[in-house]
């Protein structure tokens, strides 16, 4: 599966009101993020560090929501998760050759 067959297959479990474009999946995204970043957490907390399988599924289950609604955020927005992800890989390349992989800021 690519990642635009995800995508449109994704889609078709949006049930969101078209007033909330944007909105809607960008407030999802921050919240199954945090989900995700509480469950490291408690990995840290009460198990030292120590990823269990069960805790990797659990994380894995999280990391599919984050996708879900990345996916969601990318078609309200009218652009491919594969040309996002071009792009990124892009912008990554070229801050490796310029040696700007380390520091803060986006335009680096």
């Given amino acids: 599966m690519t990642l635009n067959e995800y995508q449109q297959e994704a889609q078709k479990t ?9 909105l809607y999946p ?3 995204l921050a ?3 945090g989900e995700l970043a509480n469950k490291v957490k408690k990995i840290l907390r009460d198990h030292g ?4 399988q069960a805790a990797r599924e659990d994380l894995v289950a999280e990391l599919g929501d984050v996708l879900w609604y990345v996916a969601q955020l990318a078609t309200d927005l009218g652009v491919g998760l594969e040309e996002v992800a071009q792009g990124n890989l892009a912008k990554l390349r070229s801050r490796l050759e310029r040696g700007k992989l380390g520091g803060s800021g986006d335009n680096r």
């Fill in 26 to 28: 960008t407030l999802g």
């Fill in 31 to 33: 919240g199954e993020a």
């Fill in 49 to 52: 560090g120590n990823l269990s």
């Fill in 14 to 22: 949006a049930l969101y009101p078209e007033a909330y474009r944007l």
